[in-house]
C-alpha cells in the first residue's frame, strides 16, 4: 500500500479594509450627532476673541486658548496663517479646547482650510458676526468591500460555460464551493492535497521542481549604513590626504651649518672731524663732519645765605698823636682806617701833626702842636661798633691814636642779601644736570638726516648766565638761567668705510677673502683731546670680518630638494668652505625640502 503525504493549509479571506481618519469625539456637541446650532458671535456674551500672528507657533496659541476666559472662543487667522494648514495642528487645538471645555471657532475666509476644518470637526467662520458651521469633510475611500456587477463568463472543467451565474450570489459562496468542494468556514478552509510516496512515483510522474534558495545578495540594502560608511571613508581620506599634506609639506625642514675660513681683523684709527673739509682723505685720515646743536636754557633757584645790617653806625673822637722819632710833620688824611679790636673806624676830616716831642726816657708826648682830635664814623653800621675808649691801630706807624669817650650810636637792622657764593652755587648745580636725553636727542636729530652720531664729540658751548638779583642786593631768594648751547657732530658711514676698508685691506690677502662685515655700524669712538663744537680728534675701533663671500638665497636654491651628499658636495667645492653639515627634522625626512622658507643657513661667524 502506497504511503500517502497530506498536505493542509489554512486559507482565510478577509476583505481589505482601509484606515480612516482617527475620530476625535467632541464633549459637547458631538459631532455624530446633528449638527448643533451655535449662536452668532455677536449675540453671545461670554465669548472672546484671540487674533493670531502670521509668526505664532501652535504652542502658542494652544496656551492663549487655555488662558481664555470665554467659554467660545473666536480664533481670528490672518492670510496664509502656515501654522493651521497642518490636520495635525487643527487635531491639537480642538482637542485643547475640547479639555478645557471652550467652544472654539475658526475665523477666516481662505478656501484651502475648509477640508482640514471638515476633516477634524472644527467650526468654521468667514467674519466674527457670520454663523459658523463645520465645512463638509471631503470624500474618502469606502471600508465596504467593491460591487463587480459586471457579467462574467464562467466555463466550469467540462468547459461549458454558465450563463446564468448570479454575481450578487457568488459573491457570498465560498471559493472552494465554486470549485465544487464542499464548503468550510472561511476562517477553517483547508487544501488538501494527496501525493503519492516518492518511491512509488516514476521519474515521469515527479514533477520538475527546483527549490528555490533565497538569494541574500538581492537583499534591499540599508541605505542609512550606506551612507554612514560612504560619509566616514571620506572622512578618512581627507584626514590622510590633508596628514599626508602636512607631513610631507608643512613639517620638513632643513637646517645647513657652513664652516669657513673667514676671520676677524681688528682696526684701530685715528681720526680728525671738521667741519670745514668737504671730502674725506684716507692719506690724511680726515673726515667730514656735520654738527648738530642745540641750546639748552636751565634755571636754578638758591635761597640767598649773604647778611647785611643796616642799621645805624657808631661814631665818636679819636686823638691822632706824632711820635715820628724823625720829628717831621705828619699829615693824616681823612678816611684813613683806625682799628680796635677787630673793629675799623673811618677819620671824617684830615690831621695836621707837628714835630713830634718825646721825654727824656723816650716816651711821646702829646701837645696841642704835635696833635689832633678828629670825629671818626664805624666803618659798618651795628651795635657791636659800640665799644668803650681804647687804643686804635693807625695804618701809619708813628702815628698813635687813642680814644677819651666811648663810640656810641651803633643800631643793629640785619637783612638778607645776594652774596657771590649764592650764586656759584646755582651755576654748580646747573652744570651738574644730567644731560643724557639731550646726547639722545642730538644722536637721533643725526640719524634722522643719514649720518653716524660720535657721542665722544658731544661739547658744551659758553655760558650765557643771567640772575634775578645782584650780589648785595637784598633779597630771599636769587634765580640763575643758564643758556647753554651742545653740540655733537655726526659723519657719513661711506666715509667712514673709506677709511676702515683701507686698513683692513692692508692687512688680508685681497685675493683669496674679501671683506664681509666691515664693522662700521658697530665702531666704537674714544676722544683723543678736547674738542670744540667743529673739530674733534677721534680714535676708531672696528671689527671687520673678512673670508669667502657667499650669497645664503644662491644656497637655498642650490641645495633645494637634493640629499645630503648631493649638498655636501656642492657646497664643499665653494672656495673658503671648510665644512658642511645638513640637519633634516622631523626624523622621517631625508631631502632638503624645495620650499625654500623651510631651509635655514646657518653660516658660522668667525670666532675673536
Known sequence: MSDKIKV???????????????????????????????????????????????????????????????????????????????VVNMKLLKRTAEQAGKHLVLITSEASLLPLAGIVGMYMAETPTSKPEIPPSPDRPSDEPEQVDEPMDITDNSGTAVEDF??????????????????KPAEEAVDEVVMESSDELTNEEKPDVVPVKKNKKLAVPNFDKFRLRMFLGFVMLVVLVAGWIFATKVLPKATIAITTNSQVVRSNVNLTLDTAAKTADTENKIIPAIAQTTPKTSTQQVAATGQQNNGEKASGKITLTNCSSSGDPITVPAGTGLTSNGMTYITQSTALLETSSFSGGGVCKSYADTSATVTVIALKPGASYNIDSSSFTSPISSVTAKSTTPMSGGTDNIVKVVSQSDIDSAKSKIAAQD???????????????????????????????????????????????????????????????????????????????????????????????????????????????AGPELSVDDIKRQVAGKKEAAVKQSLGSLPGVTDVQVTYSPFWVSSVPQDMTKITIDIAKPTN
Not at 56 to 69: F, G
Not at 453 to 459: G, L, Q
Not at 514 to 527: E, H, M, P, R, Y
Open 435 to 545: 644731560t643724557a636725553q639731550l646726547k639722545k636727542d642730538l644722536q637721533a636729530a643725526l640719524q634722522g638726516k643719514g649720518l653716524l652720531p660720535i657721542p665722544s664729540t658731544f661739547i658744551a658751548g659758553d655760558q650765557q648766565l643771567t640772575t634775578s638779583a645782584n650780589v648785595g642786593d637784598t633779597a630771599d631768594t636769587v634765580t640763575v638761567t643758564a643758556v647753554v648751547p651742545y653740540t655733537m657732530l655726526g659723519i657719513h658711514q661711506a666715509d667712514l668705510r673709506k677709511l676702515v676698508v683701507a686698513s683692513v685691506n692692508g692687512q688680508i690677502d685681497t685675493k683669496k677673502q674679501k671683506i664681509l662685515d666691515d664693522g662700521v655700524a658697530k665702531a666704537t669712538f674714544s676722544q683723543q683731546s678736547p674738542g670744540t663744537p667743529t673739530t674733534a680728534t677721534v680714535a676708531v675701533k672696528a671689527q671687520t670680518v
Open 8 to 86: 493542509t493549509r489554512k486559507v482565510t479571506t478577509k476583505s481589505p479594509k482601509l484606515k480612516s481618519p482617527k475620530t476625535v469625539k467632541l464633549k459637547s456637541p458631538k459631532l455624530d450627532s446633528p449638527k448643533p446650532k451655535l449662536a452668532t458671535m455677536s449675540s453671545t456674551a461670554a465669548k472672546e476673541t484671540i487674533y493670531v500672528d502670521v509668526d505664532d507657533e501652535i504652542t502658542a496659541i494652544i496656551d492663549r486658548v487655555q488662558q481664555a476666559k470665554g467659554k467660545i472662543i473666536a480664533l481670528v487667522l490672518p492670510k496664509r496663517a502656515s501654522v493651521m494648514q497642518s
Open 166 to 183: 448570479d454575481s450578487d450570489a457568488a459573491a457570498q459562496t465560498p471559493v472552494g464551493e465554486l470549485a465544487g468542494t464542499p464548503a
